[in-house]
């Protein structure tokens, strides 16, 4: 009876386990994403109302374009990336056309503080492989 139980215990912990970990994977749509980065950059920037309305319709546009990208297969997106590349260098250019020169100093500390906990995490990545 005891070894019945014990097993039903773990059986209901693994699947509340399995389940937990399901829910926290949700997509977000590229209308969901275009308004998270937007409300990312009003926080950062102090973006005015013109140029979160500016701001959401380049964040929209890139969204919409990325998930076609990811959309593809493994080989086709190895062959657009150089177009995929290009396409991220014209947004960032349209995103600093509506900024400021305060602006434009801030998003780019806010963009090299983000790269660099990018690089510090993708260094203990590669600690932990070797």
Do not use: C
């Not at 997106?77 to 434009?104: G, I, M, P, Y």
């Amino acid at each position: 009876m005891k070894k019945l139980l014990l097993t039903l215990a773990i059986v209901a912990a693994g699947l509340t386990a399995t389940f937990a970990q399901d829910g926290a994977k949700a997509k977000l749509t590229a209308e969901q994403k275009a308004q998270k980065n937007t409300d990312k950059l009003q926080q950062e920037l102090s973006l005015t109302a013109d140029q979160k309305q500016k701001i959401y319709a380049i964040e929209l546009d890139k969204a919409k374009k990325t998930e076609e990208w990811h959309k593809q297969s493994k080989d086709a997106r190895k062959n657009a990336k150089a177009q995929h590349d290009s396409f991220k260098k014209e947004t960032a250019a349209k995103v600093d056309k509506v900024l400021n020169a305060e602006q434009k100093k801030k998003l780019d500390a806010f963009q090299a503080e983000k790269k660099a906990k990018k690089d510090k995490h993708k260094g203990h990545k590669k600690a932990d492989k070797v």
